[in-house]
C-alpha cells in the first residue's frame, strides 16, 4: 500500500511513462481471464473495465491512490451529512432521497414526508380529484425548469414514459420562445398542470418561460382559475409565494441537494405524474440499490469507485481528456447530455477544495449520442482520429419491443465497436483484406494507410439485463457517486458551479441593452459590435 498521496501520485504517473502503458490486447493475451478480473457487478449492473491499459500493477497503483486520498472516509462523511460542498457551506445530501442514509434521520424524514406528499397528490391528479379551473381531468404535465431542473426529468422520461402511461409529459427548459412555440400546440390549458421546477426560483429562463406560460393559462382560463394548474418546486419558500403559488402547492427540497442530483427530490414530480407513483419509487429504489453497493462494497469490487479510476487513469495518466458516452438505447438518448451537466458542471474545476491550483488535468469533455446512430458521426473520430477517446458503452440485454432482429443488430454493433476500438486492424492485415478483395498494387499502396486502425483504443461497458425505473436509477446513481469519487480524487468540490454565474451577471444588463436597443458603454469592442450588428438586423 502506498504510504502517501504524493507516492500513490508518482507510482501511478511511473506507470503511465511506461512505453506499455497505453497498450491493452498484450494484457488480453497475458490473462484470459481478464474479462473476469475486470468486470464487477453491483445495483444489478455489469461494469466491464478489461477493454482498458489498466493492468494488475495499475489497478493497484489506482487503488492504492484511492486509499491514499481516503475516498471511504470521504464517502462516509457524505453519507454522514458532513459538509462536502465547503464554498456554499452545504452537506451532499441525494442519497437522503432515495432512503438511503439511516445516519441523517431529519434529512430522510423530511425526504420521506415530501415523498408522501408527492405521493398523495400525484394519485389524487389520477384519480381525477385534483382537477383544473374548468372542472377537466389533468392529462398533461408541464414542466418548466433548466439545468438539473429540466435534464433529469427530460432524460428519464425519454427513458421510461410509454404512452398509455398516466399523464403526457412535456419539458419547456430554454427559454428560447420557438421551444415554447413548439410545444404550445400539443397543450390544453384546461387539462395541464404546470410546474416550476427551480432550486432557486430566481433563474432568469425559468422564471421567464413561468410568467409566459402563466399569461397563457390566464388567457386561458381566467386569472383566477389559472393558480389552480400551477405548481412550484423549490427550496426558495418567499419567491415561490412571491409568485402566486399557495403553501399546499410548493414541493419543498432543501439547498443539501445539488441541481444535477435533484431528479429524486421534489423536482421528479414530473416524472411521478407521468409515469405513475409505482415506476418513480422504482426509480429510487433502483438508485437506493446502488447506493448500498457504493457504501458497503470495498474499492476493489466498488463499480462508482472503478469507473472513477478508469477515468483518472485515462485522464490524468494518458492525456486523454475527452470522453464519449454511447447507450445502445434509443430511449437513453438524453442520457448524454444529462451526464454533460452531472460531470461537466461538477467535474470542471481549476483549484482544489481549498483554493489552490489543481496540479494535474480535471474532468475531461463529455459527449455522446446513441448507439448505433453514433457509429455514422463522431466514431470516425474515435477510431481513427490522432488521439484515443475512451468510450462508455452502454448495453440493454432485453429490450421491450418484438423486433428481434432489430436488437440482434443493435447490439452486435455496441459490441463490434468495442471490439474494433480494443483489435485495430493493422497494414498487414488491411493489405490481406484488399488483395482477397481483389485490389491492385498501386490502389493497396494507396490506400493502406487510411484503413488502418491503430486498436488498443479504451472503453468500458455497462450492461444492463433491461432498461426499467430501477436499472435506470442505478444506472444514474453509478454516475453521481463516480463524479463524487473523481472530485475526492481531484481534491476538487464537485457540488458548486460558480463557474456559470459570470455569464448570468452580464446577461442582465445585455437585456436592458436589447430592450432599450442602446449598446452601453463598458462592454469590449466585439460584444459592442456583434449587440450594435444584431440590433441593425432587427430593424
Ligand atoms: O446552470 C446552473 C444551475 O444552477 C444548475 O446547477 C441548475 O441545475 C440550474 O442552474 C437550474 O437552477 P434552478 O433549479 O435554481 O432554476
Not at 433529469?152 to 412535456?170: E, F, K, N, S
Not at 400539443?186 to 398542470?193: E, P
Not at 487513469?313 to 464519449?324: C, E, P, Q, T
Request: net charge negative; proline share 6%; no cysteine.
Amino acid at each position: 500500500m502506498a504510504d502517501t498521496l504524493e507516492t500513490a501520485w508518482a507510482r501511478l504517473k511511473e506507470l503511465a511513462a511506461r512505453p506499455d502503458a497505453t497498450e491493452i490486447r498484450p494484457l488480453f493475451a497475458a490473462d484470459p481471464q481478464r474479462f473476469a478480473t475486470f468486470s464487477n457487478r453491483g445495483g444489478g449492473l455489469l461494469l466491464d473495465r478489461s477493454k482498458t491499459s489498466i493492468s494488475p500493477k495499475v489497478q493497484a497503483a489506482l487503488l492504492d491512490l484511492a486509499e491514499a486520498t481516503g475516498v471511504e472516509a470521504r464517502r462516509d462523511l457524505m453519507a454522514s451529512g458532513g459538509v462536502v460542498n465547503p464554498t456554499e457551506g452545504r452537506a451532499a445530501l441525494h442519497m437522503a432521497l432515495r432512503g438511503s442514509l439511516e445516519g441523517v434521520p431529519e434529512a430522510s424524514a423530511d425526504a420521506e414526508r415530501t415523498l408522501e406528499r408527492m405521493r398523495v397528490f400525484t394519485e389524487a391528479v389520477h384519480r381525477g380529484e385534483i382537477r383544473g379551473a374548468t372542472n377537466q381531468r389533468f392529462d398533461t404535465v408541464l414542466n418548466i425548469g433548466i439545468g438539473g431542473s429540466d435534464l433529469g426529468p427530460v432524460m428519464v422520461t425519454r427513458a421510461l414514459w410509454r404512452a398509455g402511461d398516466p399523464m403526457r409529459p412535456i419539458h419547456l427548459g430554454n427559454v428560447d420562445g420557438h421551444g415554447w412555440e413548439a410545444v404550445l400546440p400539443q397543450l390544453d390549458a384546461r387539462r395541464t398542470l404546470v410546474l416550476i421546477a427551480s432550486k432557486t426560483f430566481t433563474t432568469q429562463e425559468t422564471m421567464a418561460n413561468a410568467r409566459l406560460v402563466r399569461a397563457w393559462m390566464e388567457a386561458s382560463v381566467g386569472k383566477l382559475g389559472a393558480a389552480s394548474h400551477f405548481v412550484a418546486l423549490s427550496t426558495n419558500m418567499e419567491a415561490t409565494e412571491a409568485f402566486g403559488i399557495s403553501a399546499d402547492r410548493v414541493f419543498p427540497f432543501h439547498d443539501y441537494v445539488g441541481g444535477r442530483f435533484s431528479l429524486w427530490s421534489a423536482i421528479g414530480l414530473s416524472l411521478a405524474l407521468s409515469l405513475g407513483w409505482e415506476r418513480f419509487r422504482e426509480l429510487l429504489d433502483g438508485a437506493a440499490a446502488m447506493d448500498r453497493h457504493f457504501l458497503e462494497a470495498p474499492l476493489e469490487q466498488n463499480l462508482p469507485v472503478l469507473l472513477a479510476l478508469t477515468e483518472l487513469w485515462h485522464v490524468n495518466g494518458l492525456g486523454l481528456n475527452r470522453r464519449a458516452v454511447l447507450p445502445y438505447d434509443e430511449r437513453l438518448r438524453r442520457l448524454p447530455a444529462h451526464l454533460q451537466q452531472l460531470e461537466m458542471e461538477s467535474l470542471g474545476k481549476r483549484v482544489t477544495i481549498h483554493g489552490a491550483s489543481v496540479p494535474h488535468a480535471t474532468g475531461p469533455i463529455v459527449f455522446g449520442e446513441p448507439g448505433t446512430s453514433a457509429q455514422h458521426s463522431f466514431m470516425q473520430l474515435v477510431h481513427q482520429g490522432p488521439k484515443p477517446v475512451p468510450v462508455d458503452f452502454i448495453l440493454i440485454a432485453r429490450p421491450d419491443h418484438r423486433h428481434a432482429e432489430n436488437h440482434r443488430i443493435l447490439l452486435a454493433n455496441g459490441l463490434a465497436q468495442s471490439e474494433a476500438l480494443l483489435a485495430g486492424r493493422n497494414a498487414a492485415q488491411v493489405e490481406e483484406d484488399m488483395r482477397r478483395a481483389g485490389a491492385d498494387d498501386a490502389t493497396i499502396a494507396r490506400l493502406v494507410p487510411h484503413k488502418i486502425f491503430p486498436g488498443d483504443r479504451p472503453s468500458v461497458t455497462i450492461v444492463l439485463p433491461q432498461l426499467d425505473p430501477a436499472t435506470l436509477g442505478a444506472l444514474i446513481a453509478l454516475y453521481e457517486h463516480k463524479v463524487f469519487v473523481l472530485g475526492t480524487l481531484w481534491n476538487i468540490n464537485p457540488f458548486d458551479q460558480w463557474g456559470v454565474e459570470l455569464g448570468k451577471v452580464l446577461a442582465t444588463p445585455l437585456v436592458k441593452e436589447l430592450e432599450q436597443r442602446r449598446p452601453a458603454p463598458g462592454h469590449d469592442a466585439s460584444t459592442i459590435g456583434l449587440l450594435t450588428e444584431v440590433l441593425r438586423l432587427q430593424e
